[in-house]
């Protein structure tokens, strides 16, 4: 079966330091993979989206970026945080054949904090 | 892009009681459609989808969906709610590759 994993799953960052947040996905191949910002009552924004290894499609301007180094990890980084980089950050994947099954599965989240 | 809107914000209600909520998005075409739930502490977890077909649609614990292309409407409905099923509620809709959430309702049911 399948399972994704994130880590850390909480994270306290001063302001101006990286970030590197990590998402991996077992038991399937060639995965749809996204990153997601979760914040309290305004729902999921997607922030990155890939389709296969080395390609990023961004969804909003921000201080973050992603990259997809194996067929099965995705990362999600930032040179300086900023305070309002703070959030719940979820990654999820899905199949990427059209058909009945490509909803999407979530990780259970990195709780960042930037102070 | 797609806009998703839940006009739901907060909802409580008492058990027993029956449960609708709402959820429009902006434009037809080929979409698909789900609502997830978030309980507390744990992961966002698929409710239930829609794809093609019937369009109302049967999910796990006892919830159903309604597609209305006409209205691009996907209400979630519960005939009688549970003090268990207190959980945040997302409706989501899928166009190509990427899916655009709504907001979120969170459902308090008391005891």
């Known amino acids: 079966s399948q399972t994704i994993h994130q880590w850390p799953a909480t994270l306290v960052q001063p302001v101006g330091s990286p970030l590197s947040l990590e998402c991996t996905v077992e038991?399937?191949?060639?995965?749809?993979l996204y990153w997601y910002r979760q914040a309290a009552g305004r729902g999921l924004q997607l922030l990155f989206y890939?389709?296969?290894?080395?390609?990023i499609s961004s969804e909003v301007p921000q201080n973050l970026s992603a990259s997809r180094p194996q067929d099965r990890q995705f990362i999600l980084s930032s040179k300086k945080l900023l305070l309002s980089d703070s959030g719940f950050y979820l990654c999820?994947?899905?199949?990427?054949?059209?058909?009945?099954?490509?909803?999407?599965?979530f990780g259970p989240g990195t709780r960042l904090t930037v102070l | 892009a797609q806009s998703v809107s839940q006009h739901n914000h907060h909802v409580i209600l008492s058990e027993a009681a029956s449960l609708e909520l709402g959820c429009n998005y902006s434009?037809?075409?080929?979409?698909?459609l789900f609502w997830y739930v978030q309980y507390p502490g744990q992961h966002l977890q698929l409710l239930l989808k829609?794809?093609?077909?019937?369009?109302l649609v049967k999910g796990i614990k006892g919830f159903e969906a309604e597609f209305i292309k006409s209205k691009f409407s996907f209400n979630l409905r519960k005939p009688s709610v549970q003090w268990s099923d207190t959980a945040e509620y997302f409706c989501?809709?899928?166009?190509?590759?990427?899916?655009?959430f709504g907001s979120g309702t969170k459902l308090n049911v008391k005891p």
């Open positions: 999820a994947w899905s199949e990427t054949l059209a058909g009945a099954y490509n909803e999407q599965f």
């Open positions: 038991g399937t191949s060639n995965p749809n």
């Open positions: 890939s389709v296969g290894i080395g390609q």
């Open positions: 434009y037809g075409g080929t979409v698909n």
């Open positions: 829609y794809f093609s077909g019937d369009p």
């Open positions: 989501a809709v899928k166009e190509f590759n990427k899916f655009y």
